[in-house]
């Protein structure tokens, strides 16, 4: 299984940016989608996650209101959209594939990452 992301870059606070992984390989359909993110010096946290029906969307309190989680079945692909981007935002975003669980997502692959740089 390969997670491809992309869509990164830097951008100004306020501004928004979405950034999408494309899953290829053998997989089952049932597998939750979901984006971690980690910024210099921390460690990597959960984000967002999307259930393999489209259900359980889960965020984490810092993104919550600003950031938006969808999946097109179609192209396995999962897609973040970010809005109200805030300095702190400023990350490396994994996507990951795993399994549903009641926080979100219990990760069995991952991507490669993608930059968002937000600056003030």
């Known amino acids: 299984v390969q997670l491809q992301a992309s869509g990164g870059g830097p951008v100004q606070a306020g501004d928004s940016l979405s950034v999408s992984c494309a899953a290829s390989g053998r997989f089952t359909n049932t597998y939750a989608m979901g984006w971690f993110r980690q910024a210099p010096g921390k460690e990597r946290e959960f984000v967002a996650a999307?259930?393999?029906?489209?259900?359980?969307?889960k965020y984490s309190d810092s993104v919550k209101g600003r950031f938006a989680i969808s999946r097109d079945y179609g192209t396995n692909t999962v897609y973040l959209q970010m809005n109200s981007l805030k300095p702190e935002d400023t990350a490396v975003y994994y996507c990951?594939?795993?399994?549903?669980?009641?926080?979100?997502?219990?990760?069995?692959?991952w991507g490669q990452g993608t930059l968002v740089t937000v600056s003030s």
């Open positions: 999307i259930g393999w029906n489209g259900g359980n969307i």
């Open positions: 990951a594939l795993g399994m549903t669980t009641t926080s979100g997502i219990r990760p069995r692959y």
